[in-house]
């Protein structure tokens, strides 16, 4: 049967198999680069240096995304749910979403189809930040009830 225990050891398991995806994926881009750069010509005109400066950089954010939320995971497997350290970590993780959409947005100079990353990115920016208003306020609503007799 499926409860929470299981929910998390999953969701641990994904944010660990996208790390390691996110790794190949950066061992693999020069070879993607220049199968790209093969085939599209405005890709070719953009340059593969251009394009791996993009995904280097993109690679980053993303990384400081899955380390946060296997943070947040291991901090609720341990029965903190919902404390202030959460909160941080969910305003980082969209602060990452943010800088990753940045960056795609600025890459849209060269090759437009970066929009297409950067404008999902940012949306996802935006729901973090929310979620993370919404357990911000439950941390508060949780300290105001433990105060009081």
């Not at 680069?33 to 954010?61: E, N, Q, R, W």
């Not at 341990?78 to 943010?98: M, Q």
Request: charged share 10%; with cysteine; aromatic share 12%.
């Amino acid at each position: 049967m499926w409860n929470d225990s299981k929910s998390l050891v999953f969701s641990k398991v994904c944010v660990i198999l996208f790390m390691v995806i996110l790794l190949f994926c950066a061992i693999l881009a020069p070879g993607a680069v220049a199968h790209l750069t093969a085939i599209s010509l405005s890709a070719d005109m953009a340059g593969a240096s251009k394009f791996l400066l993009t995904i280097y950089s993109g690679c980053v954010p993303a990384a400081a995304i899955l380390a946060w939320l296997f943070v947040l995971l291991h901090r609720i497997g341990a029965g903190h749910v919902f404390v202030s350290e959460n909160t941080s970590c969910l305003r980082y993780i969209s602060w990452c979403c943010f800088v990753g959409a940045a960056i795609c947005l600025a890459s849209s100079m060269y090759y437009i189809p970066w929009v297409a990353v950067g404008v999902p990115a940012a949306f996802m920016g935006l729901i973090v930040r929310v979620v993370k208003n919404v357990v911000a306020k439950a941390v508060s609503l949780q300290d105001d009830a433990e105060f009081t007799i």
